[in-house]
Nanobody, 117 residues
Framework: VQLQASGGGSAQPGESLRLSCVAS????????MGWYRQAPGKQREAVAV???????SYSDSVKGRFTISRDNTKNTVDLQMNSLKPEDTAVYYC????????????WGQGTLVTVSS
């Protein structure tokens, strides 16, 4: 399974960006999908995850500003990021748990989001 993320870039505080991720390969089923991020000098943290049933969960730091969505027919997961703050600056990683015979987790290559004025 390969995860291809796109949509990172630069934004000013208060602006919006949208990240997209598409999974490809021998996928028999999809469990959780989501987004993590890693800021310079910090550990990777979960930003938003959506379950197979479509239930989203968010970190407290992005709740109310970010929205995660998934399309099981297209094997995609998107992250709409509104009201961006400088502390949202990080490399964002797409994540998915896939059934390919067994169940395994996969990561995308990361996409950089920079928020500054």
């Amino acid at each position: 399974v390969q995860l291809q993320a796109s949509g990172g870039g630069s934004a000013q505080p208060g602006e919006s960006l949208r990240l997209s991720c598409v999974a490809s390969g021998r996928i028999l089923g999809i469990k959780d999908m989501g987004w993590y991020r890693q800021a310079p000098g910090k550990q990777r943290e979960a930003v938003a995850v959506v379950s197979a049933g479509g239930n989203p969960s968010y970190s407290d730091s992005v709740k109310g500003r970010f929205t995660i969505s998934r399309d099981n027919t297209k094997n995609t997961v998107d992250l709409q990021m509104n009201s961006l703050k400088p502390e949202d600056t990080a490399v964002y990683y797409c994540y998915g748990s896939f059934v390919t015979g067994g169940t395994s987790s996969y990561w995308g290559q990361g996409t950089l989001v920079t928020v500054s004025s």
